[in-house]
């Protein structure tokens, strides 16, 4: 009895504030009103508003909607099995049929909107009661409402948007929930005001959806000035949709309706919202967090709001948190024993050297000799890679004897920078690449040329043509030497075949190959021998953004437009892993040092890494506010920088899947980023015409990471970017798209004079 | 929360109007409103969606600037055909129109005559791309290499300037140099350091290196040197080297400490350079002048309004120098007047005020009006037309009335010709014809007649014109033509320059705009130094000498020496030949007054600048015989 009496003022509550859209009826079933029990598993969300109620009468609900809709689409087996699991009745056929025709999905507004109502009411517990009555408008015909009072129809639940209520009443829903949270404590405000964003977007969605123009239209202006400024982009998307037949074919809206935006909320607030919208009966706005809403809830204190600032941004919300728990080997591969020839004169340098070197890979290889492998580095085997060729070993080696005259960069030795302008590129300079060795270098151009320069004396030269090659004495020891062609050496070469802008170049390398991407969809692969094209990989059907070669060679990387990213062996016209789970564009696409990862970037404004051997995603970063064009692994392997349009570097810890760092100071879209050969200062080339470096070493080094920030993911970034900023260095007119560090620690950088 | 409140972005829409008329250049007539919303709507939305994408190429293209290929790149992603033609890199020439109550841009197409394009001759080749490498740092250093932006940029001297207590990271340079020579390796003391610099205000630092101290003392010896060559050279430098700015103070005392004296002893020649240098400063584009205005306008003004420049006032051409330092003045009023520093007002206020005064004398009253005539065609209507009456009356008084002194009468005729050539051309664009010159005369008094037949001529070179180029600003800003002037007349500087023969394309013809006032008997010749340069080919330098030697009426002005007579004649309003064959020639005529032959130069200059041809009286007095020239 006291139940009865509570609901009954609440629902007297809801009405005088409801009232316009609820049409209370007297006729209700007055066994269902028992009150809100608190929801279970809100983790889980429940596929239809029934299930929000653990409690019989509302599983019960649950599962004869699940039977009508497997009644409807004639699986008929499986209503069996339903039925005896579930031990329910069997029900009359031709109710069934009635009500799908007359709510079906959204299409007829008039049915849809009162079996809603109704649905809705059967849940807000309606009881006749005085205080209701004054207001009550004359019960509806039971025969309209009454079946979707009982039973409410799947499909209504199912077809996203197609809810439907009073739209003048979002507007009441909103403000009101708007006013909630701003009266709450401060510390679940914060926490609180996540809600907003995806709320927000969903109710306008569902306005637009219902062809509610005008409503629309004033909700938006109304509320889109409250969010965040990071989602300005996004709302100016939505602010274009205002019918129904724009949503379809729109992709953000796509994304928006496919996946769940992901919240992280602690425990406490998630309790507080949940009793206010109890309290309130704010069905409308709980619906759409059961269905559209993914939280997080998590024990303990609640997240300041920088907090969520610093880890908010992307298209879908926050990463779950169990989506960054799996391991990830992120050490790095054992370096191949080498005899090196003049291995005693290098050792001896790198002796007096001292340790210092511990992070640069290629010591590994003298290290490794006696140290076990790292614990974090993946199996030597886990992915196949290429053996070594007798000319791969002589670079190693090479590498090995430069490495010894590297500069040991810090914070009081900064690196010399030398700048390559491209002049007169009037066609348009769209990405650069140099080899490892930074003996050539390659620009793609929106003309979809690709040209390749030396930068060494040393001039480009084609392998003759076959019949001059079958002269040639094979036996002799210079026959390397013989087979070029003289004739055909220049300082550049022109790589034609493209039919649209080159976006993305990467040398392989050993330096024999050159991989290009495009907006005619295809990634092709250049030989540096003949300059000619070999193979033209098609699977993107649309603009590849960036590819790049594994660090190990044969193993190469696209990703685009159609927002997959495809591994591929150059030896295949196929791709052997495609990588689906960006909601947006890939923009840049980055290869782990030791070839077992793949990291991709975003215009959903997310990172991805990805498992090549298991094509798993093993990390979601969130956190930039921009499309990020920029990822740079550290070459020890465990850290990783990535730059957006946004014009900030965050530094994240692949281990733990966290943030580390926030390096501000840029003021337009970063395009290029990288770590010096040792790893200790990190460069990012931006179009502010600037190259900026920074202590990565410092960066790094003050990190403790305890099991708290681990486990939970919650991070406090120091405000330290002003003193990790070593240096920047204005161009006169030319912005930095590309960056590379030679073996000696001399920084590289490229971009278009553009006056 | 709200941190912005955004525009309203779901309400920009295409009008209906739009879709009409496109419905229409398809000949679909009669388009229903309804439909029309509809269509505006819907293809509203289409066009949003298209520009998003062609923005995503944009991006990937790595440019700030979205063009119409990307616009193609996002139509081919929908599956939809391109826009073919629209080729153009920097702009889409959409032109507007509006007739009929409708507004509408188009894409204007000309029709080509096909053996045209075969006909013309093929463009150059444009050149290839190219590497080029350079340092942008060596050890943490920026370089101060041609390749490299200047050391700090005009941001940074204004951040300076407007916000001293805003720590500054100018690339650090600095302090890398200093932890590398302490030896601070430790992180603890780098932060303390840092610590330290955060809190105290740091103190600007005006210590100049040696070289800088040498450049100084060069650059400011050769600018009042002797050596017009080096002099030209020191110029230039402050007009365009990038790194000036630490200098820039000193320079800045340098040249008001330098008015200020100067102008107690008359030295007219080393107030000319001055000035010069004030202009070079403001050319160079990387400096930022703001900080120093308070030193440059006063040794400005006092260039224009001081009551006495040069030692013998009746003779030394210190009128020029009046109106180049107007002509920077209206310049610095251009670029440094904000609604916080005033500059404009003020300036109009002084000028004004003294001008008003009744006891000014007619050198400084000419400075008033050369300067408040310089800024702009405004300021003339409103404040020197309604006084044309009175400044008439005065002038009257002096011309007509009982010899006074003769330096009076110079100034009045000064003050005369100089509202007539402002005045003239602003009352033509303002006053409708017809001219009658009794009219004028009930207007402006005294000058009115005069002022009559200027603005005929005015309207008639209007009317020949299609477009008028502001002449006073588009020299001014130019800093080579001075340059060259002054390097031209090096020659001159030893001794007597022999006139050499002109070879001017067409006749011209030196038109004295007013009649001849025989103030002066025989005044002697006067030197012109004429400059063609035309675009591309190299300039060509003469020397004319001017007799003038005035004849009644619209006389023409004999502008050779008895013997080259016939070859030199400077036509006003440029023969139709002059104008169409040579649009880009400019014609710089410095007079060369050995004595008092002000007529000529006054006469000269007006004759040039009503004439199609850019001309500009530069501001270089050769005085090769003078006093001043052996002062310094």
């Known amino acids: 009895q006291f139940i009865l009496k509570m609901a009954a003022v609440q629902s007297g509550q809801s009405e005088t504030e409801e009232e316009k859209e609820i ?33 019989a009468p509302g599983e019960e609900e649950t ?34 049929g009635s009500e799908s025709s007359g709510t079906g999905s959204g299409g007829q507004e008039a049915g849809g909107g009162v079996g809603d109502a109704g649905s809705l009411l059967s849940r807000v517990s309606a009881a006749p009661t005085p205080a209701a009555a004054t207001v009550a408008a004359p019960p509806p015909p039971p025969s309209k409402v009454g079946a979707g009072d009982d039973r409410p129809d799947v499909n209504v639940v199912l077809s996203a948007y197609s809810q439907q209520g009073d739209p003048v009443l979002y507007d009441v829903y909103y403000s009101g929930l708007k006013k909630f949270i701003e009266s709450v404590l401060d510390c679940h405000r914060a926490e609180l005001s996540q809600v907003f964003y995806p709320l927000f977007v969903h109710m306008y969605l569902e306005l637009v959806y219902n062809n509610h123009e005008a409503e629309s239209k004033a ?52 309790q507080l919202l949940k009793r206010h919208l109890q309290e309130r009966q704010n069905n409308q706005i709980w619906t759409i967090i059961q269905e559209h809403l993914y939280i997080d809830i998590f024990d303990g204190m609640p997240r300041s709001k920088s907090q969520i600032d610093a880890m908010s941004g992307s298209l879908a919300g926050e990463a779950k948190r169990d989506s960054n728990k799996a391991k990830v080997f992120y050490g790095l591969l054992k370096e191949p024993e080498i005899e090196v020839p003049l291995d005693d004169e290098d050792e001896e340098v790198e002796n007096e050297e001292g340790k210092p070197k511990k992070k640069k890979p290629k010591k590994d290889s003298l290290g490794n000799k006696s140290k076990k492998q790292d614990p974090n580095a993946p199996q030597q085997n886990r992915i196949p890679l290429p053996e070594l060729k007798d000319s791969d070993k002589l670079d190693k080696i090479m590498n090995l004897k430069e490495a010894t005259k590297r500069v040991r960069l810090g914070r009081d030795t900064l690196p010399s920078i030398c700048f390559y302008s491209f002049l007169n590129a009037y066609q348009g300079l769209t990405a650069v690449d140099f080899t490892d060795d930074s003996s050539l270098i390659a620009g793609g151009y929106a003309d979809s040329t690709v040209r390749v320069w030396s930068v060494t004396p040393k001039k480009l030269r084609r392998v003759k043509s076959a019949a001059d090659l079958s002269l040639i004495d094979k036996e002799s020891d210079d026959v390397l030497e013989r087979i070029m062609d003289e004739k055909t050496a220049s300082e550049s070469k022109i790589l034609h075949g493209h039919s649209g802008p080159v976006y993305g170049i990467s040398f392989s390398p050993d330096r024999n190959y050159l991989l290009s991407c495009s907006e005619d969809g295809t990634v092709r692969l250049w030989s540096l021998q003949t300059f000619t094209c070999l193979v033209g990989y098609k699977g993107h059907n649309y603009p590849v953004w960036d590819t790049q070669f594994s660090p190990y060679g044969y193993y190469f990387i696209s990703g685009g437009h159609d927002r997959v990213a495809r591994l591929w062996a150059t030896d295949h016209y196929q791709p052997l892993r495609m990588f689906a789970g960006h909601l947006a564009d890939i923009t840049c696409t980055r290869f782990h040092p030791n070839s077992n990862y793949v990291a991709t970037g975003s215009s959903d404004r997310t990172i991805r890494l990805w498992d090549v051997l298991t094509g798993n995603c093993v990390r979601i970063l969130t956190g930039h506010k921009g499309p990020i064009h920029a990822i740079a692994f550290s070459p020890n392997g465990k850290f990783m920088a990535s730059g957006a349009t946004d014009g900030r570097v965050l530094l994240w810890d692949i281990g733990h899947g966290i943030m580390i760092g926030d390096l501000k100071g840029h003021t337009d879209a970063i395009y290029t980023l990288k770590f010096s050969r040792d790893g200790e200062i990190l460069a990012s080339g931006s179009m502010d015409n600037t190259v900026r470096l920074w202590d990565a070493f410092k960066a790094f080094d003050e990190l403790e990471t305890d099991d708290f ?3 939970t993911g919650h991070i406090h970034l120091p405000e330290n970017s002003q003193e990790l900023l070593l240096g920047t260095y204005l161009t006169k007119a030319t912005p930095v798209i590309h960056l590379h560090f030679t073996r000696r620690n001399l920084l590289l950088a490229a971009g278009a004079y553009n006056p | 929360m709200a941190e912005e409140r955004r525009p309203k972005q779901c309400t920009v829409v295409v009008p209906t109007e739009s879709m009409k008329a496109m419905a229409e250049s398809i000949g679909v007539g009669q388009l229903q409103e309804e439909s029309c919303v509809a269509l505006s709507d819907e293809v509203s939305y289409r066009i949003k969606e298209i520009a998003q994408d062609a923005l995503k190429f944009m991006h990937h293209g790595k440019r700030r600037k979205l063009t119409t290929s990307d616009i193609d790149n996002a139509l081919k992603l929908k599956n939809v055909e391109p826009l073919y033609g629209f080729q153009s890199q920097d702009f889409i020439p959409f032109r507007f129109a509006s007739g009929g109550g409708r507004e509408l841009h188009f894409y204007e197409e000309k029709e080509v005559d096909l053996s045209d394009i075969i006909n013309t001759p093929l463009p150059r080749v444009p050149l290839d791309v190219s590497l080029k490498a350079h340092w942008l740092s060596i050890d943490g250093v920026q370089p101060a ?73 060069e650059i400011t010896e050769a600018c009042v040197g002797s050596c017009e060559a080096k002099r030209a050279e020191a110029l230039q430098s402050i007009a365009t080297d990038p790194g000036l700015y630490q200098m820039l103070p000193r320079f800045s005392t340098f040249i008001s400490e330098g008015v200020r004296v100067n102008v107690v002893q008359n030295n007219l020649a080393l107030l000319i350079y001055l000035m010069r240098m004030v202009k070079a400063l403001m050319d160079n584009p990387t400096l930022y002048l703001e900080k120093y205005l308070h030193e440059l306008i006063p040794a400005v003004v006092t260039c224009i309004v001081s009551k006495q420049l040069c030692l013998r006032p009746d003779v030394d051409n210190h009128w020029a120098l009046r109106d180049f330092a107007a002509r920077l ?69 002096v011309m007509d009335g009982p010899v006074v002194s003769n330096i009076d009468k110079i100034g009045a005729d000064h003050v005369q010709s100089l509202l007539l050539k402002h005045c003239a051309s602003v009352i033509a664009k303002t006053r409708n014809p017809p001219d009658n010159v009794e009219q004028y005369r009930l207007d402006y008094g005294y000058l009115g007649p005069m002022l009559c037949s200027h603005v005929v001529k005015a309207r008639t070179q209007a009317a020949l014109q299609a477009q008028q180029v502001n002449r006073t600003t588009l020299t001014i800003t130019q800093p080579r033509p001075t340059l060259t002037v002054s390097q031209s007349s090096l020659g001159g500087s030893g001794g007597p320059r022999t006139p050499s023969i002109i070879k001017v394309p067409s006749s011209l013809t030196l038109m004295s705009p007013r009649p001849g006032t025989p103030t002066q008997p025989s005044p002697p010749a006067t030197k012109y130094i004429v400059m063609a340069t035309s675009s591309g080919a190299s300039s060509t330098q003469q020397v004319i000498t001017l007799s003038s030697s005035q004849s009644g009426g619209t006389s023409t002005v004999q502008s050779a020496t008895s013997g080259l007579q016939p070859l030199v004649k400077l036509e006003s309003g440029g023969g139709p030949g002059l104008t169409a064959s040579r649009p880009m020639q400019k014609y710089i005529v410095v007079s060369l007054p050995s004595s008092a032959s002000l007529d000529g130069k006054g006469s000269g200059l007006t004759a040039i600048s009503s004439s199609t041809a850019q001309l500009e009286a530069g501001m270089k007095l050769e005085r090769s015989d003078s006093p001043g020239a052996s002062t310094h």
């Open chain 1, 219 to 270: 909700f938006f202006e109304k509320f889109s000035g409250d969010q965040e400024c990071y989602y300005a982009d996004d709302l100016r998307i939505l602010s274009s949709l205002s019918k129904k037949e724009h949503m379809r074919g729109n992709e953000t809206l796509l994304d928006f309706r496919t996946s769940k935006f992901v919240l992280r909320i602690s425990r406490d607030s998630y």
């Open chain 1, 63 to 96: 599962l004869r909607a699940v039977l009508r809709f497997l009644q409807k689409n004639n699986l008929s087996e499986s209503v069996e099995i339903l039925r005896r699991e579930a031990g329910l009745p069997d029900e009359p056929e031709d109710q069934t």
């Open chain 1, 709 to 711: 920030t681990a486990t």
């Open chain 2, 145 to 217: 290499i041609p390749e490299n932006p200047p050391p700090a940029p005009k941001e940074q001297q204004k951040a300076e300037s407007t916000e001293p207590l805003k720590v500054v990271k100018p690339g650090q340079e600095e302090d890398g140099i200093q932890n590398k020579t302490q030896g601070a390796t430790s992180a603890e003391s780098k932060g303390q350091q840092l610590d330290k610099g955060l809190r105290l205000k740091p103190r600007s630092t005006h210590e100049l290196s040696v070289e800088q101290q040498l450049y100084y003392k």
């Open chain 1, 23 to 55: 049409q209370p009826e007297t006729s209700n079933d007055g066994s269902r009103t028992d009150g809100r029990p608190p929801a279970g598993s809100p983790g889980v969300p429940a596929p239809s508003p029934g299930a929000v109620k653990p409690s």
């Open chain 2, 329 to 397: 003045m209206a310049q610095s009023c251009k670029t440094f007047s904000t609604t916080t520093n005033n500059i404009q007002s003020r300036i109009t206020k002084t000028f004004t005020k003294s001008w008003l005064d009744e006891k000014t004398q007619w050198t400084t009253r000419y400075g008033c009006i050369a300067g408040l005539s310089e800024l702009g065609a405004d300021v003339i209507k409103t404040l020197i037309l309604p006084r044309l009456t009175i400044e008439g009356a005065r002038i009257r008084a």
